[in-house]
């Protein structure tokens, strides 16, 4: 049984309350600053699962007048909230870490905090499974963000905790504030990765090469199941995706000879022939005879833009 992708965010809430709580705990006992560190990213979880069921919600909202083609884009909002507000987190921690390196205090009950901490990245580790599996099937950028942050929550969480033993054991008090700021760089280039893929999607990036394998497999197979004399055309297609929807338009050239109602019923055919063949595409296909090009492509060839 999969969880909707609601249902998976407010679970993320709960778990980042958790690990709040967890990880400041383990913090607070050891006097480490690579858990307390970690305990602050946890609070940008908060936030970002927060920020993100707020975005998804908006999403399922169907069209309507001010936005006939949904609200399905808000989820790269939350996308690059959340990037962001790693990249903040990040900065925050690297400040207070070059404060502790340049004091360094002794760590202090180091085997209830790390229990702590390792617990509560199993937490963190057990939801981002839960995450990516819904995100793929969703096809939810919102879902796969919280993923990652929560995955790169527990790497460099095991990071701390494999730092503190060396402490322990070393007795270099300058390991635990430097492996504090090589967690900050960490979550910095998470945070980049987030805010750019989010920008890609409010710029109405292409669909995926496997996507568009796939709609071009669609349309030949489509036209070589026509019979002898039927021959059809397909160019000029553009894709893109907004959240969870896929939109393609492209143009359908047909014998100049046919009637209206022999072209759009074998178009009808064809945009639910795509969307079986792709999950939450929307199909657009304008119909042109063989020997005629669409005006846009005739301004493309003759000035090299649309």
């Known amino acids: 049984m999969t969880l909707t992708p609601k249902t998976l965010l407010r679970v993320s809430v709960a778990v980042a309350l958790v690990t709040i709580v967890l990880k400041g705990l383990a913090g607070y006992m050891t006097n480490s600053m690579g858990l307390i560190s970690d305990a602050m990213e946890s609070f940008v979880n908060l936030a970002s699962a927060m920020f993100a069921l707020a975005m998804v919600t908006i999403a399922e909202r169907p069209a309507d007048d001010d936005h006939p083609y949904g609200h399905h884009k808000a989820e790269y909002f939350s996308s690059g909230f959340e990037g962001i507000l790693i990249v903040g987190a990040a900065v925050a921690i690297l400040w207070v870490s070059v404060q502790r390196l340049l004091s360094p205090q002794p760590l202090e009950q180091l085997g209830w905090g790390l229990a702590l901490s390792v617990f509560s990245s199993g937490l963190n580790a057990a939801l981002a499974v839960m995450l990516f599996r819904a995100a793929r099937i969703h096809r939810s950028i919102a879902l796969e963000a919280d993923g990652r942050h929560l995955m790169t929550d527990v790497w460099t969480s095991a990071a701390v905790v494999i730092g503190i033993v060396g402490v322990h054991f070393s007795g270099w008090l ?29 710029m109405d990036k292409a669909l995926d090469a496997d996507t568009l394998a796939i709609v071009r497999a669609t349309l030949d197979a489509f036209a070589a199941r026509q019979p002898e004399g039927s021959r059809l055309r397909f160019d000029d297609m553009v894709t893109r995706g907004a959240g969870q929807r896929r939109f393609a338009d492209l143009h359908m050239h047909v014998p100049g000879d046919w009637t209206l109602q022999r072209a759009a019923s074998l178009r009808d055919e064809l945009e639910q022939a795509l969307m079986d063949a792709v999950p939450g595409l929307r199909v657009t296909i304008q119909l042109l005879p063989l020997t005629m090009e669409a005006r846009a492509t005739q301004i493309v060839e003759e000035h090299g833009h649309p």
């Open 174 to 202: 300058w390991l635990d504030p430097l492996l504090a700021i090589g967690v900050a760089l960490n979550i910095v280039r998470e945070g980049v990765k987030l805010v750019w893929r989010s920008s890609q999607g409010l």
